[in-house]
């Protein structure tokens, strides 16, 4: 009896922390991690991870993506980009860069070319395996500028420790200065060719 009246408020406890937890934290975390921004609210880029880098495609300013295809990949397109397609002429790609401005969502589609990789924003509270064949969409919210680490967080090979990169939030200004630059860089590299 007396062990049943000492156990008795610690498992009032536990009950009200039950419901708490299962009852209503994880729907209302689940509800905010499936709503995913309207793309038209949102920067959007692909990431695609592989042995051992961060390769970054944004749509250039007609805001749409161009076509890749496998048989394109190699040492100077890493994401196997259609420069032929008219949608991928403006397009930009960097390697272990991510920019993107401050206080404006930012959705990924994330995928990776050859093994899982995890990419991880530490300070953006966000974590998310890059798995081959699939991608994988994430999104988040900067309310700070500043420059950070991205990482793999899941052994991926040998060259595991050196495969990471860094992410930009840029005031407004900043990120339209980055974005001009990177375009006309494009455009020279390929007048250059």
């Known amino acids: 009896r007396e062990a049943a009246r000492l156990l008795a408020p610690g498992g009032a406890v536990a009950v009200v922390e039950a419901v708490l937890l299962i009852g209503f934290s994880i729907p209302l975390w689940a509800a905010r991690v499936d709503e995913f921004p309207a793309e038209s609210d949102s920067v959007v880029v692909r990431v695609v991870g592989e042995q051992f880098a961060w390769n970054i495609h944004y749509p250039g300013a007609d805001g749409k993506f161009g076509k890749t295809d496998v048989a394109l990949v190699g040492a100077e397109n890493p994401l196997g980009i259609d420069r032929k397609d008219p949608a991928a002429k403006d397009d930009i790609t960097t390697i272990n860069q991510l920019h993107f401005p401050v206080n404006k969502k930012v959705l990924v589609n994330l995928t990776s070319k050859d093994v899982i990789h995890s990419f991880a924003l530490p300070v953006m509270r966000v974590k998310q395996d890059a798995i081959p064949g699939m991608t994988v969409p994430v999104w988040f919210e900067a309310n700070q500028t500043g420059q950070f680490e991205i990482g ?34 494009a455009n020279m590299e390929k007048s250059y060719y």
């Open 152 to 185: 793999c967080a899941q052994l991926c090979g040998l060259g595991h420790y050196r495969m990471k990169g860094f992410f930009s939030v840029d005031t407004d200004e900043q990120y339209a200065a980055w974005l001009k630059e990177q375009s006309e860089a």
